[in-house]
């Protein structure tokens, strides 16, 4: 698997479910543009997770605009009624950001704290040779 950054529309309100354990899960398809105008959108099914899940459900709804960050999957099955195979792209434990203005009543979603830097040691010298000519 490897990481992708999506950026697009939800296709549909977003559908949650609770495990057993009681961590929230959403689901949604999401509506991915490509560059050439004319293009039919790209759809990519997505699976959020914990606090994320909580995020998209207070404040996602169809239509959302959102930046999608997560591990990419390829996803197939038989179709009920015709047995053919179906496959699709998932996006799965995904990070979600909404692009919508807050006057639309979103919320910018939350967002880790960055690493901080080990600060140097207050009697930091520099580990260098002065003899070196360059």
């Given at each position: 698997?490897?990481?992708?950054?999506?950026?697009?529309?939800?296709?549909?309100?977003?559908?949650?479910?609770?495990?057993?354990?009681?961590?929230?899960?959403?689901?949604?398809?999401?509506?991915?543009r490509q560059q050439k105008k004319d293009a039919p959108a790209f759809w990519v099914k997505?699976?959020?997770?914990?606090?994320?899940?909580?995020?998209?459900?207070?404040?996602?709804?169809?239509?959302?605009?959102?930046?999608?960050?997560?591990?990419?999957?390829?996803?197939?099955?038989?179709?009920?009624?015709?047995?053919?195979?179906?496959?699709?792209?998932?996006?799965?434990?995904?990070?979600?950001?909404?692009?919508?203005?807050?006057?639309?009543?979103?919320?910018?979603?939350?967002?880790?704290?960055?690493?901080?830097?080990?600060?140097?040691?207050?009697?930091?010298?520099?580990?260098?040779?002065?003899?070196?000519p360059f």
């Amino acid at each position: 698997m490897f990481n992708a950054t999506l950026t697009g529309n939800l296709g549909r309100d977003p559908e949650f479910q609770t495990t057993q354990s009681g961590q929230m899960v959403a689901k949604f398809s999401l509506a991915v543009r490509q560059q050439k105008k004319d293009a039919p959108a790209f759809w990519v099914k997505v699976e959020v997770w914990g606090k994320q899940a909580e995020y998209v459900a207070n404040y996602l709804k169809k239509g959302a605009s959102v930046c999608v960050t997560g591990q990419v999957a390829e996803e197939s099955w038989n179709d009920k009624t015709t047995g053919e195979l179906k496959k699709a792209v998932v996006v799965k434990n995904a990070s979600v950001e909404s692009w919508q203005a807050r006057a639309e009543g979103a919320a910018p979603a939350p967002t880790p704290a960055p690493a901080r830097a080990a600060a140097a040691p207050a009697s930091y010298e520099p580990d260098y040779d002065d003899s070196v000519p360059f």
